[in-house]
């Protein structure tokens, strides 16, 4: 007769008594027994009984720890639950109060920066009314300057004009003066010419003595006028 191990391992691990290192452990002692001696029918059931009896022993052991198990398991999750609520509450405390610092922190912060930006606007304007007074004084420098220059430019033009003045009334007296003289020589030379064609027109007959008298009225009358129109442009 041989004892089949594995049979008997997984005969109990379906059962559900043991688990498969425990199923293992008795199988190796109880085929130890079988190989030492040989058994009847009565002393294996008695042996069942005894293993009946330790495996409801076991399962009284196992249930009893699982109860046991399950009752530190519930005070554990009352005392972590517990603990997480003192913790909650600590947490919510220390988040109100660095809340507190915070907005404490923040306030004067906030009033420092004010009271930076008051002292920067202060100097800032204090500089821009500087510079203001800075430019305008610039301003009235360059204004007086300029004025100056300007001044100084329209007395050097009116100099210049009165000059060029001056020059050009001393050409203009220049000019009249040759043109005046030239038109003297030239009346003294058509009056010389208009003696000599006199003096043809008496030698001529009539029809001669006309036209030549036509003639010398004609010049006389168109040197009248250009000496009226050279008076005229000069004067």
């Known amino acids: ?130 510079m203001e007074s800075s430019i305008r004084g610039d301003m009235k420098a360059m204004e007086s300057s300029i004025r100056g220059d300007m001044k100084a430019m329209e007395s050097s033009i009116r100099g210049d004009m009165k000059t060029m003045e001056s020059s050009i009334h001393g050409d203009t007296k220049t000019m009249e003066s040759s043109i005046r003289g030239d038109m003297k020589t030239m009346e003294t030379s058509l009056r010389s010419d208009i003696g000599a064609v006199r003096l043809e027109m008496q030698i001529q007959d009539k029809s001669q003595k006309i036209w030549a008298g036509a003639i010398a009225f004609t010049l006389f009358c168109s040197i009248g006028g250009l000496m009226t129109f050279l008076l005229r442009f000069f004067h």
């Open 1 to 130: 007769m041989t004892f089949d191990k594995l049979a008997f391992v997984k005969n109990l691990e379906r059962r559900g008594l043991f688990t498969r290192d425990q199923a293992e452990t008795l199988a190796e002692s109880f085929g130890t027994a079988v190989a030492e001696e040989l058994v009847t029918k009565s002393d294996l059931k008695e042996t069942e009984v005894a293993l009946r009896m330790e495996f409801a022993a076991v399962r009284t052991e196992m249930r009893e720890i699982e109860s046991s198990i399950r009752t530190d398991m519930k005070e554990m999750e009352s005392s972590i639950r517990g603990d997480m609520k003192e913790m909650e509450s600590a947490i919510r405390g220390d988040m109100k109060e660095m809340e507190s610092s915070i907005r404490g922190d923040m306030k004067e912060m906030e009033s420092a920066i004010r009271g930076e930006m008051k002292e920067m606007e202060s100097s800032i304007r204090g500089e821009m009314k500087e």
